[in-house]
């Protein structure tokens, strides 16, 4: 795309009147900026099918988190920007995952204490 299209302008225009944080305005701003880019057409002829195969492959790419991020910012700009909310109706944030965390064994945790040099530590 040629320079920054007005839409993007005006989506980060509403976002600092929302007073988002400056950071949060920016990742929105790119984030919409990759959306638009990656759909080849103008925002105003994407359909629901367009935004969720481009969600999709995110996943493929980002971490849970990111994609959250991601999903936010497209709601915003189609819900706020460009009142279009029916393209985004039905997006919904993706599960986040949580590793659990790694026990230590018994013999572990008495190695543990073993190498302190005080009770108190």
Same mark, same amino acid.
């Given at each position: 795309? !040629? %320079?920054?299209?007005?839409?993007?302008?005006?989506?980060q225009?509403?976002?600092?009147? @929302?007073?988002?944080?400056? *950071?949060?305005?920016?990742? +929105?701003?790119?984030? =919409?900026a /990759?959306?638009l880019?990656?759909? %080849? $057409?103008?925002?105003s @002829?994407? @359909? /629901?099918k367009?935004?969720?195969? +481009?969600? =999709?492959?995110?996943?493929?790419?980002?971490?849970?988190?990111?994609? *959250?991020?991601?999903?936010?910012?497209i709601?915003?700009f +189609?819900? /706020?920007?460009?009142?279009?909310?029916?393209?985004v109706?039905?997006? $919904? $944030?993706?599960?986040?995952?949580?590793? &659990?965390?790694?026990?230590?064994?018994?013999? /572990? =945790?008495? !190695? &543990?204490?073993?190498?302190?040099?005080?009770? !108190?530590y």
């Amino acid at each position: 795309m !040629k %320079g920054r299209p007005v839409s993007l302008t005006r989506c980060q225009r509403d976002l600092e009147a @929302r007073g988002l944080r400056p *950071n949060t305005v920016r990742t +929105y701003v790119r984030t =919409v900026a /990759e959306v638009l880019q990656a759909l %080849g $057409r103008p925002p105003s @002829r994407a @359909r /629901e099918k367009d935004v969720r195969n +481009y969600v =999709v492959a995110l996943q493929q790419r980002r971490a849970s988190s990111s994609v *959250n991020v991601a999903i936010a910012a497209i709601a915003c700009f +189609y819900v /706020e920007t460009l009142r279009r909310p029916a393209v985004v109706a039905r997006l $919904r $944030r993706v599960r986040v995952t949580h590793p &659990l965390p790694t026990l230590l064994s018994g013999s /572990e =945790v008495m !190695k &543990l204490l073993g190498a302190t040099r005080s009770a !108190k530590y």
